[in-house]
């Protein structure tokens, strides 16, 4: 069936660095895509969100791309902090208000 | 302000037991969900309402599983007759667009 999933389980990034975490989807129609970050005991928090008409938005510290030609999303993360550690999960949702679909996580760590 | 809450934090059940898993969704929104989230995996759907409305249970994994929200707000998750199996984090989320809120989950511990 379509699935969201992440070309790396785990990452290690030098405090300061960038850090990018990337995602490919299958489902062609899907509409809305979300990056939510997910620390130990916690539930997901939303990080960043972005259409399927956008392939570019940024936030505070964090840009999405969205490459719909590929089906590939990535979340980058500016000047990354030792509180940006957690397991990062992309969720794709075809329509509003219907089911999130999540990958398995990528575990980002940073190194002081 | 207020997000979404949901108790207990964590339930031991021994086989057998049923339990009840309640979700306070953020004030005003419409959507709820539910989520069941394994060890190592990302949360997979169980059920969505909207309103008091359920409309998709096509998540849940058997009829021991039973969700409701009578009046629109509260949910609560009811599990009979726990698995070893069921044991994950039930994680619920609101939402009044597209974008969906979390609580912090239920850790649920069949034994």
């Known amino acids: 069936g379509e699935s969201v999933g992440l070309h790396l389980p785990t990452l290690s990034v030098q405090e300061g660095d960038n850090s990018i975490i990337n995602c490919a989807y299958s489902?062609?129609?899907?509409?809305?895509f979300i990056w939510y970050k997910q620390e130990s005991g916690k539930g997901p928090q939303f990080i960043i969100d972005?259409?399927?008409?956008?392939d570019k938005r940024q936030g505070q510290r964090v840009t999405v791309l969205l490459n719909k030609t590929v089906k590939h999303l990535s979340l980058q993360i500016a000047a990354t902090q030792p509180g940006d550690s957690a397991v990062y999960f992309c969720?794709?949702?075809?329509?509003?208000?219907?089911?999130?679909?999540f990958g398995t996580g990528t575990r980002l760590t940073i190194i002081p | 302000g207020a997000g979404v809450s949901q108790s207990p934090r964590y339930k031991v059940a021994k086989r057998g037991q049923d339990v009840a898993l309640r979700c306070d969704p953020i004030s005003g929104h419409v959507s709820l969900f539910w989520y069941q989230q394994a060890l190592g995996q990302g949360p997979e759907f169980l059920t969505y309402?909207?309103?008091?409305?359920?409309?998709?249970k096509s998540g849940l994994p058997s009829d021991r599983f039973f969700a409701e929200r009578p009046e629109g707000s509260v949910s609560t998750l009811k599990i009979q007759r726990t698995q070893q199996e069921d044991s994950a984090v039930y994680l619920c989320?609101?939402?009044?667009?597209?974008?969906?809120?979390f609580g912090p989950g239920t850790r649920l511990l069949v034994l």
């Open positions: 969720a794709e949702i075809p329509d509003p208000n219907e089911k999130l679909t």
């Open positions: 489902n062609s129609a899907s509409d809305y």
């Open positions: 972005i259409r399927s008409n956008m």
């Open positions: 989320a609101s939402s009044i667009k597209e974008t969906q809120y």
């Open positions: 309402f909207q309103n008091e409305a359920q409309l998709d």
